[in-house]
């Protein structure tokens, strides 16, 4: 039994360069705070768990449906609100208001769902855009109950000690990701969602006339990328102790977008890879409190947004699959005959033998 998984491990990881490098990575990930205990750079990676959930669902509706959602932080923050409400009524523990918070945001994926049955391209962006601004005109309209502008303060931590805020969070996201790669692998033999939401993705009426429910599995993406989001956002709150009018910010979506844009839509590990890259980017821009020059008044941390946007730029440009995708193009290459995977200095196929030029 034992070698017969290591056998597998070595075909499917061991064999593929960009699976090996995620393998990898995700090690360097588990040992961190082996190496550092510094509380900054633990909070910073906590957040950007939290965050690479967020942006998966994104291309988990967006990317492989094309229902292209610009109010992903409605899900985020229906639970980070959910998840405050619950504390703060009910005084009800991280434990249970985290998976009742991503319920509630799966119940808002159903809603925002609705529009999406008959809408299309802008105008369905346009309907999930001004989602999270309705939420945000009803939670100022209560502030007694939401707490307004000011949100609800002094939710309970994850936990005692930010390394172990660390680790719930990176086994969460591991899961979430890998649950969420598994429903949308076009090649799995197990589970067929993901050859569906291609096929819904890449025409939805030619789906549709071969016999495939498109509205039950455009409602399932939803659904299902909403509970993700959600999940993300009850932890965020958690996390950062506070549910306030920033968990429905717009540009928290559109920063879900960016991730993912940038790391390869359509391929999930793109959206880790854009919100590990440039999630820190930021944040160690935002500690540069250094003159742009000697005697100069502007500080790099204030041109934080600009060297951001031209990063993505240059890399869009070079890069327009995304920075991860034009990575495993490099290291990897496709078989003609049996379409596995292989690396790109092998002259034939690990499993035919097929040639590969």
């Excluded at 965020?236 to 940038?262: C, E, K, N």
């Excluded at 290291?331 to 092998?346: D, T």
Aim: glycine share 8%.
């Amino acid at each position: 039994m034992i070698r017969r998984l290591f056998k597998d491990f070595q075909g499917d990881v061991l064999a593929i360069p960009g699976r090996l490098i995620a393998f990898i990575f995700f090690i360097l990930l588990l040992i961190i705070p082996l190496i550092t205990q510094e509380s900054y750079f633990l909070f910073t990676l906590v957040l950007a768990n939290i965050f690479v959930i967020f942006a998966v669902s994104w291309d988990f509706i967006s990317g492989y449906t094309g229902q292209v959602s610009f109010g992903h932080a409605f899900f985020f923050g229906v639970a980070a609100y959910t998840a405050a409400l619950l504390y703060k009524f009910f005084d009800w523990q991280p434990w249970a208001t985290i998976p009742l918070g991503a319920v509630a945001a799966t119940i808002a994926g159903v809603v925002m769902c609705l529009p999406a049955l008959r809408l299309r391209g802008p105008y369905l962006s346009l309907v999930t855009l001004a989602m999270p601004l309705i939420l945000l005109g009803i939670i100022k309209a209560f502030p007694d109950i939401t707490g307004g502008e000011h949100g609800i303060s002094g939710l309970p931590e994850l936990s005692d000690t930010r390394t172990a805020d660390y680790y719930i969070t990176l086994v969460i996201m591991m899961f979430s990701v890998f649950i969420m790669w598994k429903l949308v692998d076009a090649k799995s033999s197990f589970v067929r969602t993901g050859i569906i939401l291609h096929a819904i993705r890449e025409d939805e009426i030619a789906a549709r006339a071969t016999g495939i429910n498109t509205i039950r599995y455009k409602l399932m993406a939803f659904i299902i990328g909403g509970f993700f989001a959600g999940l993300a956002g009850a932890l965020y709150a958690h996390f950062l102790r506070i549910a306030g009018p920033s968990t429905l910010d717009l540009m928290l979506s559109f920063q879900a977008v960016i991730w993912t844009v940038f790391g390869g839509i359509v391929s999930i590990y793109g959206a880790v890879v854009g919100v590990y890259f440039l999630y820190p980017v930021m944040e160690i821009l935002r500690q540069f409190n250094v003159p742009l020059w000697p005697g100069a008044q502007i500080m790099i941390s204030d041109l934080r947004f600009l060297i951001f946007s031209a990063i993505v730029i240059v890399i869009l440009l070079f890069m327009p699959e995304g920075i991860a995708v034009w990575i495993r193009d490099k290291l990897e290459k496709e078989c003609p005959r049996c379409k596995l995977a292989n690396a790109s200095w092998r002259n034939t196929c690990r499993a035919c033998g097929a040639s590969l030029h």
